[in-house]
Structures are given as C-alpha cells and as structure tokens.
C-alpha cells in the first residue's frame, strides 16, 4: 500500500498524515449511523459470544461434574445401581464399538456406491434419477427417532425379523446416518475435475476402470472426511437405539448377534442422567466427558484429513 | 482404425450394482412410510381419526385412556418456539458477523468452533440442559412467580428450548453464513459507493440478497427442534400438557414415542400403535418442512453459484 521511499521515518509521519486526513475525509457520515453502526457490531458481537459461552458451559459443567468419577473404571466395570462409586461403561464402551464397526462396513460400500452411480452415471433428466436425489435429501433431515421406529418395525420385527439385538442397532444407525455418506462422497467425487475423466478415457480406460483408479484415489480424503462425521453422528446417536433394544443394566461384554441384549454409550449416559441421585449425575458426565473427547478427536481428525489434503487441481 | 464397440458385461453389472445403492435409499423411505402407516391404520380402528387429532388430553395410561395427539403437539411446538426465539437471534447475529464483520483469520478460527457444537452428542446437550441451565440459570433468573413460576419444578419446557436452542445455533449460523458468503462482492461495494455503513449493507444489501438461504436454515432448524429427542426428555420432562407456557413440564412427541416404545412394548397394543400414528404426525411436519427447505437453498444457489 505504502508509496515507495515512505519508510523513512519523516516521510512516514507525512505519509500517515496524508492517509488519516483523507479516510477521515470519506468517513464524513452522518453521527447516527456511526453509532447505530458501532451498536450493530456489537449486539453481532454478543449474539457470537453467547453461543460460544453456551459451548464453553457445557464442556466445563461436564469436565468439572464428572471429574471425581473419571478413572480406569470408568472402562473396566460394568453399570451397577447398588455400587454407583465402582459402576463403568464397559459393556456400553465395547456395545458403541461394535455398532460402529457394523455402521462402517454397510455405509461404506453402499454409501459410496450410491455417491458414485448418482455423480458418474445417473442421467438427471430422467425422474427417477432426480427421486433418488431428492429423497437423499430428505431422508438427511429425517427425525433420528422415525429411524428408531423403522428400525423396530422393519428390522427388529416385520420384514427382516432379527430381533432386538447389536446387529438390528447396527443397521438402523447405518440407515440413518447413510444418506450423510452419500452427501459428502458426492461433494467429494464432484470435486474431481472432468478433464481427469477424460484423460483415463482418451487412454482407453473404461468407464469403471476411470473411477477405480483415477475419480475415488483422488476423491478418498473427502470421502473419508464424511465417513469419519458420519460415524462420529452414529457413535453419539441416542434416540433409534431406545426403541430397538438398546438396555442398560447389561453386565457382560454384548456380541453382535446376542439374544441377550446390548448397551451403548450414549444410552447408558442417558440412563445415569435421569436418575437424580448426585452419583449417578456425576457418572453420567463422566460418560459424557470420554464421549465427547472421542468425538473432538474424531472431528479434528476429519478436519485436518480435509486440510491436508484439499487438493488444488 | 476405432473398434466397434464390443458389449462389456462387466461394466453393466457394476452400474446396476451401483443404481442398486442408490435404489436403497429410496427404499428406506418406502419402508418408514409403509412402517408407519400399517399400525397408523390399526390405531384409527379403535380411536377415531377426530379424536386424535383434535383432542387435547394425551392420557393414555388411564382407563378409558385418551389419545388427544394437540396434547403432545403442544409440547413439541413448546419447545422448538423457546429454541427459535432464542436460536434465531444468536444464530443470524453470529452468521452476519462472521460474513460481514469478522477478518478472514477470526472466521476460519471460530467456524469450525461453532461447528464442534454441531457435533457435540444431544444426550450430553440434554444433560446440560437438565443440570445446569435449568437449576443454574433459569431458576434463579426467572421472575418469581411469573407465570406460575420456575422454582422447585424439575423439568420445564423452556430449559428443553434452550438446549434445543444451544444445539441449532449452529445449522442457523452454517447455513446462512453460506448464503451470505454467496453474495456477489460487487453488490457490497456498489452499496459502500453510495456511502452505506457496514450496518445498512448488512441488513439491506446482503440479508434480502441471501434471504432465500436464510429463510431455509431456519426451517431445516424448526425441523431439527422438532425432531429432537433426547435434550427433551431429559430436560423437558413427560407430562403431556396442552400449554405453551414455557415453565411448565411438558411431553414433546418425540418423547412419548421415546419413553413408551422400549423394548418391553407387546406388538399390537393399542400402546404400540399410538407410537406410530405420533410417529407419522412428526413424519409429516418435519417432511413438509425439509421440503420447502431444500427448495429454498436451491434457489439461492441457482441465483449464485
């Protein structure tokens, strides 16, 4: 900005006092809205603040509460209404564990599947091309309790009949967090410039040897960015889990395919949390502070997998 | 010189592999409306449709019980209009600052902040919301006995609004920050040409200009209020209660369907059934609402982008 030969210190002050004198020229506007302005700005300020002092709270109020409970038993023992002081997450830990684990593996394959026929080869003048993508994006902003009742119609009984066990929690949370999946693998696979395609093509690749070896090797960070959110969502995901099975006083380590129940982490928080005696309060936040430092990890990881390899074409 | 093309049976199984994926999802939502409507159906058998729907008393462990779904209704609409009203100003204020105001540095630092609020698990927000902003803010700051009174009551609506509030702060202050960002430069300094303040191309210039974006975050938020579950029924409670009085207990739809469709619920009880007909009023609500807003965000993106 500054004229060559302004650094001088004399030539400086005069530059500075050319400057100041002409924007005070142009900031020549009325007092009223120099004030209204300065008023703006800050209520903007405030409403900013506020919502981060509500961030703020929440994570103090839970570190600060669930303090004293936060030990390695916390990992190793089971849930326990008579002994709150020696109670744990263990069956929940390993429960959330294996859901996620059965999430990943059915929302990878179809959800990138799905991402990749809707940007590669569906023709969007056909209608039922542009169903498949409106409906994506309304099952996104579906209730995640519909998705509990789905899952205890169509998955634990009805059609599927599995019963309420981990795997029945397992599908239902993939469906909901599914239509995420493909959102973002779309964005991601989108992202990749067409002249790549036709580069693979003009060397005589076939359609899916272009996206086998060129579109998804270059589109797989920003996948994985969504992937990572969308388990983060599952792994935190409470309400479908209520209704299709999810119990809390289990005392062993659930498998997937159990008859004898299963337990989650966000589940058994919600079970310490509504119980008003201060122990299980305090159990409860400790739950929620080894959730949510899973979840600020996963969420970091994802956005610094974006960052680093946000690829410039 | 270029070979007819020869058929490739490889690659048509694996586009009709692909189009498979993509048909499940249209499938899920074929199941939700099939799950919903069977016991929906069942349940009209034995309640009539205008008692449902008009009603007012949600009673249905009494005998005779009654099923008056405004009761429920209410609660929910309780809640999400605490949460708007305290969502929307924060929301907007944060997205205009971050669009208009903050340097590039400020926002690229506390986007991703608000964001981490976005991904922070309900069941915690509940927790929150049932633990600390009801006894430690609400309680000592309401008005004595202003409408009924806040002290002493273990579940209000109102600190159910505010968790919900504290937990859509963040697809309002997203989204419209989007939209605001997708204003053309050229219609701010055309406004600062003609002398505006920062303030009047802020509240005229950008807001209309991004008004469709804005009007859908809040919409896509009314929904997610709507939808929500946990931050409810741990701080609202599940007392079905025709009032939007906001210190009051109060039974949202998403917790009755929540509290009474645990494991143990026999297939078939009129019990059972009710939790889908609530199920298909919140289906519909929060449907028709996602509809007007993914309409509205593409029109602001056909506009600019």
């Known amino acids: 900005m500054t004229e060559p030969g302004a650094t001088a210190p004399r030539n400086r002050l005069a530059v500075a006092g050319a400057r100041a004198t002409t924007v005070a020229m142009l900031r020549n506007q009325p007092r009223r809205d120099i004030v209204l302005n300065a008023v703006f700005a800050g209520m903007l300020l405030l409403a900013i603040l506020i919502a981060l002092a509500g961030l703020v709270a929440l994570l103090a109020q839970a570190f600060v509460k669930g303090a004293p409970a936060l030990s390695t038993d916390l990992f190793t023992n089971p849930p326990s209404t008579a002994f709150p002081e020696k109670a744990g997450f263990r069956p929940a830990i390993i429960g959330s564990l294996e859901l996620i684990a059965g999430v990943i593996l059915f929302v990878l394959p179809v959800g990138i599947g799905a991402a990749i026929y809707l940007e590669e080869y569906a023709d969007k003048s056909k209608w039922w091309n542009r169903l498949i993508e409106v409906n994506i994006q309304n099952l996104a902003a579906v209730p995640s309790i519909i998705y509990g009742i789905l899952g205890l119609a169509f998955i634990v009984r009805g059609p599927l009949d599995l019963g309420f066990i981990l795997a029945a929690g397992s599908l239902t949370l993939a469906l909901l967090v599914l239509p995420m999946v493909i959102i973002a693998a779309r964005e991601a696979i989108r992202a990749v410039p067409d002249s790549i395609r036709q580069g693979s093509l003009a060397l005589g690749a076939t359609k899916w040897q272009t996206i086998r070896s060129q579109v998804l090797p270059a589109s797989i960070p920003g996948i994985a960015t969504g992937v990572i959110l969308a388990v983060s969502r599952a792994l935190g995901e409470t309400a479908p889990l209520l209704l299709v099975g999810a119990t809390v006083f289990v005392t062993f380590d659930p498998t997937p395919f159990g008859s004898d129940g299963y337990s989650a982490m966000p589940v058994q928080i919600f079970n310490y949390a509504v119980r008003p005696q201060e122990e299980f309060q305090t159990l409860a936040a400790a739950g929620i502070i080894v959730m949510l430092v899973v979840l600020l990890a996963m969420n970091s990881f994802a956005i610094w997998l974006r960052n680093r390899y946000e690829q410039r074409w | ?305």
């Open chain 2, 1 to 305: 010189m270029l070979q007819s093309q020869k058929p490739r049976y490889g690659e048509k199984a694996i586009q009709g592999l692909l189009a498979a994926c993509g048909i499940l999802s249209v499938l899920t939502t074929t199941a939700i409306v099939i799950s919903l409507i069977g016991p929906t159906i069942g349940f009209f058998e034995i309640v009539p449709v205008d008692e449902f729907l008009f009603g007012t008393d949600w009673t249905p462990q009494f005998e005779p019980p009654s099923f008056g779904v405004l009761a429920i209704v209410a609660g929910t609409l309780n809640v999400a209009l605490w949460a708007m009203l305290f969502a929307i100003p924060i929301g907007l204020g944060a997205a205009v600052y971050l669009s208009e105001y903050a340097s590039p540095r400020v926002r690229k630092t506390v986007k991703p902040v608000l964001e981490i609020l976005a991904g922070i698990p309900t069941v915690a927000i509940g927790f929150f919301a049932a633990s600390f902003i009801l006894p430690e803010i609400i309680q000592p700051l309401w008005p004595g006995e202003l409408l009924g009174g806040a002290v002493g009551k273990p579940f209000l609506a109102l600190a159910g609004g505010l968790g919900v509030g504290l937990m859509i702060v963040p697809i309002i202050a997203s989204i419209s920050e989007d939209a605001m960002s997708a204003v053309p430069n050229g219609l701010r300094e055309g406004a600062y040409a003609m002398g505006a303040t920062k303030m009047k191309v802020a509240t005229r210039v950008v807001f209309p200009a991004a008004l469709s974006g804005i009007v859908a975050s809040v919409v896509l938020a009314i929904s997610r209020a709507v939808g929500e579950t946990m931050i409810v029924l741990l701080a609202a409670g599940s007392t079905p209660n025709f009032t939007l009085n906001p210190v009051e207990p109060i039974q949202a739809m998403t917790a009755y369907i929540g509290v009474t469709a645990t494991g143990d619920i026999s297939t078939g009880s009129l019990d059972y059934k009710s939790v889908f007909s609530v199920g298909t009023v919140l289906f519909v609500m929060t449907l028709a609402m996602n509809m007007v807003s993914i309409r509205l965000v593409r029109r602001y993106r056909e506009v600019y982008e």
